[in-house]
């Protein structure tokens, strides 16, 4: 399905080469039509990929930034996820961690629809004798399923009790 999509984003893209689009309009096309497409739902199932998928997805950013930069892509002095800032965009896995943060830091509000599949949260009293200071407990995973869910991911990953300043700086990033 990967495969699919990127090859007929980057038929588009070639599209707007030929019709001599600046490069700021095409990655801007690139970002708001393609990525919108091939990061539906990342949350979801960003913590589930396979590195041949993770590969894919970058291998899909590279030629879409070949078409749009062609020679300056190709002969670049920096590394990809550098050019990557300085073309205003951002490697697939960065906005994939960026859009992950972003959701569970919504989960875990009192007030969001889908609280309830987060743990409760430990007693305070408990949390200054233990090693891991998360607030949270992560469940015994018994599936390979279980083990690689959204869920499972974010409570290891992310940090669940910072400040909304801090919050903001790291979104910011993303």
Known sequence: MLS??????????KQLRKA?????????FSTSVIHSVLEYAAPVWHSSLTAEQKDSLETGQKQAFLIIYGERFTKRTCSYHKFCREAGSLSPADRREGLSYK???????????????????????????????????IPLART?????????????????DISEDFCDDFINIY
């Open 4 to 13: 699919i999509l990127q090859s007929s984003s980057s038929f588009f893209l």
């Open 144 to 160: 390979e399923k279980f083990k690689r869910s959204f869920v499972l991911y974010a409570l290891r990953s992310f940090p669940t």
């Open 20 to 28: 001599s689009a600046p490069p700021e309009d095409m990655l801007l």
């Open 103 to 137: 959701f569970f830091k919504k989960m875990i509000r009192p007030d969001s629809c889908i609280h309830h599949l987060i743990p409760e949260k430990r007693d305070e009293s408990i949390l200054s004798r233990l090693r891991n200071l998360s607030q949270y407990s």
